[in-house]
T-cell receptor, first 116, second 115 residues
Framework: AQSVTQPDIHITVSEGASLELRCNYS??????LFWYVQSPGQGLQLLLK??????LVQGIKGFEAEFKRSQSSFNLRKPSVHWSDAAEYFC??????????????FGPGTSLSVIP | NAGVTQTPKFQVLKTGQSMTLQCAQD?????MYWYRQDPGMGLRLIYY???????DKGEVPNGYNVSRLNKREFSLRLESAAPSQTSVYFC??????????????FGNGTRLTVT
C-alpha cells in the first residue's frame, strides 16, 4: 500500500542550528514529492516540490530537500534554523499522470520547536 | 489573488445541529478536497471532487455530505453534528491535468467544536 512515514513526531533544535526532517515513502513508482509547512492556526503552505530532474530541490524560506530513490526518502534540510521556523511539517506524495481518483497522501507530520 | 477561502473560521455547535462549511477557490482548479486534522492523526481525507459535477468519498466520509456547486465552490455539510466531529477542517484545491498536477493549495481552516 502507498504510504508516507515521518519517523520523528517532534524535534527541538536551537536557533542557528542545522535541521533535517526525515520522510520515507512506499510507492509503486517515483512519485511527485512535496513538503508543506503549517504554522499555528494556519493552513498548509507549500515549501518545495520534486517532480523530476535534479534530486536536490530548493524551496522557500531557505529550505531544501533531497530525493534519494534508493532509500525512498525525501528529507528536508535547512542549514540554520530561525525561531519563525517553529511549525508542523508535512511530507506528501502524489502520483505522476494520475487519474482523477488518485489522492495525495500525507505523512503524519513532524512538529518543530526552536529554542532561542 | 485570494487562493482558497474557507468560511467560517470558527464554529461551535451543539450535538445534533447541522451546518455547512463553505470553500471557494479562484485559481481555476478542477479538483477540490476536504480534510480534517486531529492531533496525532495528521490530515484525513473526508471527500473529494475530481472535477465539477463529481464527488467521491475519502477515508472518513461518515457523517458528512458534500456539494460541488460549481467549479469554484465545494461545500461540506454536517447533517447532525457529533462531538467526534470536533476538528479543524481544511479545504484544498489543485489542478489535475493529463500531463501535470499542481501542488495542493490550502485554505486557512475552520475550527469546529461540537459540544
Amino acid at each position: 500500500a502507498q504510504s508516507v512515514t515521518q519517523p520523528d513526531i517532534h524535534i527541538t533544535v536551537s536557533e542557528g542550528a542545522s535541521l533535517e526532517l526525515r520522510c520515507n515513502y512506499s510507492y509503486g513508482a517515483t512519485p511527485y514529492l512535496f513538503w508543506y509547512v503549517q504554522s499555528p492556526g494556519q493552513g498548509l503552505q507549500l515549501l518545495l516540490k520534486y517532480f523530476s530532474g535534479d534530486t536536490l530541490v530548493q524551496g522557500i524560506k531557505g529550505f531544501e530537500a533531497e530525493f534519494k530513490r534508493s532509500q525512498s526518502s525525501f528529507n528536508l534540510r535547512k542549514p540554520s534554523v530561525h525561531w519563525s521556523d517553529a511549525a508542523e511539517y508535512f511530507c506528501a506524495v502524489d502520483r505522476p499522470l494520475k487519474t482523477s481518483y488518485d489522492k495525495v497522501i500525507f505523512g503524519p507530520g513532524t512538529s518543530l520547536s526552536v529554542i532561542p | 489573488n485570494a487562493g482558497v477561502t474557507q468560511t467560517p473560521k470558527f464554529q461551535v455547535l451543539k450535538t445534533g445541529q447541522s451546518m455547512t462549511l463553505q470553500c471557494a477557490q479562484d485559481m481555476n482548479h478542477n479538483s477540490m478536497y476536504w480534510y480534517r486534522q486531529d492531533p496525532g492523526m495528521g490530515l484525513r481525507l473526508i471527500y473529494y471532487s475530481a472535477s465539477e459535477g463529481t464527488t467521491d468519498k475519502g477515508e472518513v466520509p461518515n457523517g458528512y455530505n458534500v456539494s460541488r456547486l460549481n467549479k469554484r465552490e465545494f461545500s461540506l455539510r454536517l447533517e447532525s453534528a457529533a462531538p467526534s466531529q470536533t476538528s479543524v477542517y481544511f479545504c484544498a484545491s489543485f489542478f489535475h491535468g493529463s500531463s501535470y498536477n499542481s501542488p495542493l493549495h490550502f485554505g486557512n481552516g475552520t475550527r469546529l467544536t461540537v459540544t
